[in-house]
């Protein structure tokens, strides 16, 4: 007892031995008797003093005890219940200490101490667990983009690898790493892929085709990154493009060149085919119109520079359309490369050959003396000259030229090429197969020419266009027998403008049928009233214009108009301009028979100017011959009008024909034209062109002329 309070009272045994956790506290003998115990263990109370450990343990704790090992948390079975305990002893009283703790105790205590450790364990668990799940997710991040990036890579290697394009691969000497399945693009060399890793890229077709030029490559690649170009190699004649870039480490410094090179051939071809398509004429291989353009302009860049002049001439072939539609257009085609071949030979060294369109070719050269230009137009219209036999026809072709020139005429392409046209204009018409050079009162012409153009076609809707009168008088009495109609236009932009003028331009317009229209009505009604204060059959004259009697329309038209105003047929005339009449006689002949079964009669306005020939006449149905104002107008004083006009007036005589002598402005013109025997007159000598209200006071006041001159009936 003594010793377990010794034991009780020593702090460091105490704390060795006593725990209030469970355990409990013996003394023991040396040969294993129980002394004391604390607590008394259950089932111990009846017996405690008289029990002692098997020899077995015993002998198990002094085995520790003497090999110093007392608190080693001995394994031992006490009264049949396993324990840990620590062991010691006390000399003095030859007593053991056990501490012991009863297993199965011992874990539960275990567990309860280590509860917070196991809820910080806990804890550290679940954060490992969470950051063992976030790494494994970085990691299948990770892993997935690296199989990616390997996908990638892979992918791309066989890209490459099956590119159609050439790629290589080059360290930045241009020695070879790597290059793609289509390295020889050129088919220089057998497996020369294999061996060309090591070699210098240049060393291989079409890659040679930049030797020159690598230098100047490198340094461009350096700058800018980059380097493209085209190339047609000397190898296979085959166009390459290249496109080479490079690849540089951290530093900026360039370890390899990336070259992708790709046959362009085809592409090339397709585009010297789009090319020749935009820029040639087909049919006759000449540069065509835009071509033109181009190389005129570079060719007036070069004559500034150099301070030459250039000529341009523009051709046209006369009467393109009638061959057309004779032969047909494989015969208008031959035609043009025919006229083609010519121009080529008469400009050859000289000039240079356009096809502009249809029949229009363009011709330029460069000159110093403006004979120089005469005689290239010269030589043109003598070699196109030439007949030709096309598929056995014999065909006559001429050229009508306009020629302007630079820098007299104008400075740029566009005006050139206009003012050609307008010098052209001028050659078709005065007679084709000519040349003429532009001038500037030419294109003033041209500019009414377009200001008429544009007015006319509304003149009649706003009431510009109206008709005068101009008497036609008996030669020798001067009795007033009838009127001319004459169209008169006092436009509200251009002032008065002369029929000379706009009848053509209304021809070419096709305004003409409508003018024509109510020049006839207008005429008709008029009459209709001048009769009224006349006791003779006075007569009208209205002319017909030569494309009015291109259609049967015509004819519709005149008796239209017989018929709505009521004028009587037969003191209608119709006058018809000669020249144009001679040349179309036959196709006009039934039309025009057609007009007189109306009743109308017919006149042949002008004569003189037009056709040489006259026998047409007796074929043609006509009444009446005037004779133009130019034979009239010099008679007096030229033998030749006089004597023509002596003829004219016989002849028409001898056809039964009556004779007007118009544009009759004095009276020695008068007498002469009495003395041959001319039937009417019609000038400014008898009346003026005057309008309708003047007429009636012009009929109202008729005096039979007293004057000398008139011999009265
Ligand atoms: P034309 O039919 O030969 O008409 C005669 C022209 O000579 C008229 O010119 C008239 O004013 C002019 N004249 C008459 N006497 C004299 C004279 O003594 N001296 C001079 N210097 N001239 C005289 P205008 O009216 O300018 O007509 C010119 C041409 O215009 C006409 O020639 C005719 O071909 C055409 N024309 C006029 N009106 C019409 C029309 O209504 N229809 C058609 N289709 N053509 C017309
Ligand atoms: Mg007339
Ligand atoms: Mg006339």
Redesign the pocket.
Known sequence: MVAFYRIQGDKSIMKNLITPDGNTIWLLGERGQVRLSYPIPRGFVSDLFGWRLSTETTSTIQYNLQSGLTKQGLALEVKGQHVLANVGYIPEYQLITLNSHPTGKLFHTWIERMQPVAAIFALFLLAALFAYRVALQISSKISDARLKAEGNVHKLSKAIEQSPNSVVITDNNWSIEYANSHFDLANAKPNARDEAKGHNIIDYPPYTVLTNEIDKISNEISTSGNWFGERKTGHDGKWYSFSISHITNPNDKITHYVTVVQDISGRKQAEAELFKQANFDPLTGLPNRRRTNQNLTKELQTAWKDKKKVAVLYLDIDNFKNVNDTFGHMVGDQLLQLVAARLLKSCKGKAKICHISGDEFLVYATYSDKKEVTKLADQILKDVETPVLIEGKQIFISVSIGISRYPEDNNDVVGLIKFADIALFESKKYGRNCFSFFNHDLDRRLKRKHAIESELRTALQHNEIQ?VY?SKNDVNTGQIIGF????RWKSSVLGPV???EF?EIAEEIGV?SA??EF?LHQACNDLIEFQKFSDRMLRMA????IR?LNDDSVIDMVSNAINETGVDPSTLEL?I?ESLLAENINKLLPRLEKLLELGTSLTI??FGTGYSSLSYLTTFPVSTL?VD?AFVKDMVFNNNDATLTRTIISMAHALKMKVVA????DRDQLAMLQEYGCDIG????FS??IPRSEVITLIETENLPTTVGFRTK
Do not use: C, F
């Open positions: 008709m101009q001319e109609a004459l169209m002369s029929p000379v009848i003409i003018l024509g020049a209205v002319n017909l214009s009015q006058e301009t306005d002008d005037k104002r118009e544009g009759i402005e019609q000038g400014y000598l003026k062109p």
